[in-house]
């Protein structure tokens, strides 16, 4: 009822909540941590740079007076920013800086990703390194994946692969594998099935299927089964399905993988129910 009440004001100019929040924000926690998440999101959705000053302010200011209310709007900050980050109009780094030397490792990791979509440098290592860290708990290493897989250039490509190729659990690798997928670029087809004898079955699943996404990527994996580096019958039925299904090359992908696999039909109705 809160913010039903409070958000096409806050729409209009989020400057009173903020206000709101700074004063009073740490003595209603946890109401105000669901509002200052919600806050955050709001901003972002009204693309403005100035209104994004005054978030980065209130998380300042409440990572000093209360840490899961900081937490809170980093939240709602990192929620609102998927879609396009924003820079706010004001220097960031000291008050990324601050928030990654903090004594809380839940703001220092949201630093971290906040400051990568953002571009700080810092943040960017910092992800990496989180990423790569074998002793770091999983989910963790996970976000730092995520977060990573935005920038799509040489340097984050090269590091998932990386990944996959290392000794690491199976979350961290699947996470690596879609974050390759997402990234694009090339070479991936052959760093990706050189670790195929060693992969798990979901990461050979998770490895086919973002391999048959894209057209080039479907030539270059099958010209690997034609090679016979890799036996047809560890591909997943649904990878198969999707080459089968291909358009790319006028069907000359789709006749290939006749070749590779033989017939191929699609269950019928009372199997696959």
Request: hydrophobic share 45%.
């Amino acid at each position: 009822l809160i913010w039903s009440a409070a958000e096409p004001q806050i729409a209009k100019d989020p400057s009173d909540a903020i206000e709101w929040l700074i004063e009073n924000g740490p003595s209603t926690m946890p109401l105000s941590g669901h509002l200052s998440t919600k806050v955050m999101r709001r901003i972002c959705d009204t693309q403005n740079r100035k209104y994004l000053d005054l978030a980065v302010s209130f998380i300042d200011a409440a990572a000093s007076s209360d840490k899961a209310l900081a937490r809170a709007a980093l939240d709602g900050l990192l929620e609102g920013q998927k879609g396009k980050a924003i820079m706010p109009t004001v220097d960031t780094a000291p008050f990324l800086a601050k928030l990654r030397n903090s004594n809380d490792d839940g703001l220092k990791q949201r630093a971290q990703r906040l400051g990568a979509l953002w571009g700080d440098a810092a943040a960017i290592r910092a992800n990496f390194d989180l990423a790569k860290n074998s002793k770091a708990d999983s989910a963790d290493r996970i976000r730092a994946i995520e977060a990573i897989r935005k920038q799509k250039n040489e340097s984050s490509r090269a590091a998932m692969i990386g990944l996959v190729a290392g000794q690491n659990p199976e979350p961290v690798k699947l996470a690596a594998i879609q974050a390759v997928g997402e990234i694009g670029r090339e070479p991936i087809v052959k760093p990706l099935l050189g670790q195929w004898d060693k992969m798990t079955a979901a990461e050979r699943r998770a490895t086919a299927e973002m391999l048959v996404s894209r057209d080039r990527w479907q030539s270059a994996f099958l010209s690997v089964l034609e090679q016979k580096q890799i036996a047809p019958g560890d591909v997943p039925p649904t990878a198969v399905r999707a080459l089968f299904k291909s358009k790319a090359d006028f069907g000359m992908l789709a006749r290939r993988a006749g070749l590779v696999f033989g017939k191929f039909r699609e269950a019928d109705k009372d199997k696959a129910k």
